[in-house]
């Protein structure tokens, strides 16, 4: 049995017209977004019966939805979920093999890979990035990617912060499918759910630390963005050096101040691309410890690759990854 907003949310499909099928509808959700699981004890020919099933639960008093989208991936299930402009983290998962109503919910999962894949074409040849790759990420871990050049991490990071999408499968970040969301809501969900942090630091040279910091802010139309700005500079202790452009920082500098810039719109995903790749290694073990502060103090969910055997040896978990696929998750 589910609520959403204060509603039980589980009812009795009746029989659909000409046929004798019945089954049940259930789901579960947040003020924000809901997820309805309904099952049939027959298959149906339409979904139709289901659909309007399910569409009832979400004319009840108080639903604060204003669009859904559905799905039919098995016989006889139909899975819907509503979106919002601030969708929660709430969502269920179908056990397609067993056709279970509800196999978990998974309410404290920020990222989701499920079962993707991603093919690429190389002079005219495809070549698999990443093979049926499963894995989720709740909020506030710290997880690190391990493995040789051309395994798929960066592959996997691309598709986590939405700038890439599976061939097969499906990535969700904050429970929204990336592949679900239009070009304004992909641009949408990268400002407002995920920061960057890249191995070549990729500031603006003609910009100083503090515009370095505040960009993504004022890309994102927000009124009065250097406030803001200066309290992250602050928080990788850097405010001194906010009027000073990237070519009179050391490397450790800039990638601190990319640090900032990744966490200045409060994101909830942090993607981090071999950030200690360009460090020598004392400074690249003060950026990870930096990371882990990330994780410890801002409650932000951390996804780095990298070789550094140093920087898993600090990670919540680590996944080590080979030929494209996950070999082993390691949880320290």
């Known amino acids: 049995m589910a609520y959403l907003n204060?509603?039980?949310?589980?009812?009795?499909?009746?029989?659909?017209?000409?046929?004798?099928?019945?089954?049940?509808?259930?789901?579960?959700?947040?003020?924000?977004?809901?997820?309805?699981?309904?099952?049939?004890d027959q298959a149906h020919k339409s979904p139709l019966p289901l659909f309007e099933a399910a569409a009832k639960l979400l004319r009840q008093p108080n639903s604060k939805r204003n669009s859904f989208r559905?799905?039919?991936?098995?016989?006889?299930?139909?899975?819907?979920?509503?979106?919002?402009?601030?969708?929660?983290?709430?969502?269920?998962?179908?056990?397609?093999?067993?056709?279970?109503?509800?196999?978990?919910?998974?309410?404290?999962?920020?990222?989701?890979?499920?079962?993707?894949?991603?093919?690429?074409?190389?002079?005219?040849?495809?070549?698999?990035a990443l093979h049926d790759v499963s894995l989720e990420v709740a909020t506030g871990q710290f997880l690190v990617l391990v493995g040789r050049s051309g395994c798929g991490k960066s592959t996997l990071l691309n598709l986590a912060g939405a700038m890439d999408f599976p061939t097969s499968g499906q990535v969700l970040v904050d429970g929204i499918s990336t592949n679900s969301l239009s070009d304004a809501g992909l641009t949408q969900l990268r400002r407002q759910k995920v920061g960057f942090i890249f191995?070549?630091?990729?500031?603006?040279?003609?910009?100083?630390?503090?515009?370095?910091?505040?960009?993504p802010l004022l890309l994102a139309g927000v009124a009065d963005a250097r406030p803001s700005a200066r309290q992250r500079l602050e928080w990788v202790e850097l405010a001194d050096l906010a009027d000073r452009?990237?070519?009179?920082?050391?490397?450790?500098?800039?990638?601190?101040?990319?640090?900032a810039r990744a966490l200045v719109?409060?994101?909830?995903?942090?993607?981090?691309?071999?950030?200690?790749?360009?460090?020598?290694?004392?400074?690249?073990?003060?950026?990870?410890?930096?990371?882990?502060?990330?994780?410890?103090?801002?409650?932000?969910?951390?996804?780095?690759?990298?070789?550094?055997?140093?920087?898993?040896?600090?990670?919540?978990?680590?996944?080590?990854?080979?030929?494209?696929?996950?070999?082993?998750?390691?949880?320290?």
């Open 6 to 40: 204060s509603h039980r949310v589980r009812e009795e499909i009746p029989p659909s017209p000409g046929t004798d099928s019945t089954g049940s509808v259930s789901g579960t959700g947040s003020f924000l977004q809901s997820t309805f699981c309904i099952r049939c």
């Open 70 to 128: 559905v799905a039919l991936p098995d016989p006889g299930i139909l899975i819907m979920r509503t979106h919002l402009k601030r969708p929660a983290s709430s969502m269920l998962r179908v056990n397609s093999e067993t056709h279970a109503s509800v196999l978990r919910e998974a309410n404290n999962c920020l990222l989701v890979l499920d079962k993707v894949t991603k093919d690429y074409v190389t002079d005219g040849e495809p070549v698999r």
């Open 199 to 215: 191995q070549s630091f990729q500031l603006l040279h003609t910009l100083t630390v503090l515009e370095n910091v505040e960009l």
């Open 245 to 259: 452009y990237p070519h009179q920082l050391s490397g450790g500098q800039m990638q601190r101040v990319a640090i």
């Open 265 to 332: 719109h409060s994101p909830r995903l942090v993607l981090a691309d071999e950030p200690t790749g360009n460090l020598d290694t004392t400074t690249g073990a003060v950026i990870v410890e930096l990371l882990q502060r990330v994780v410890r103090e801002q409650k932000v969910t951390v996804l780095m690759a990298t070789h550094s055997v140093e920087a898993a040896a600090l990670a919540d978990i680590v996944v080590r990854m080979r030929d494209g696929h996950i070999e082993e998750l390691v949880q320290s």
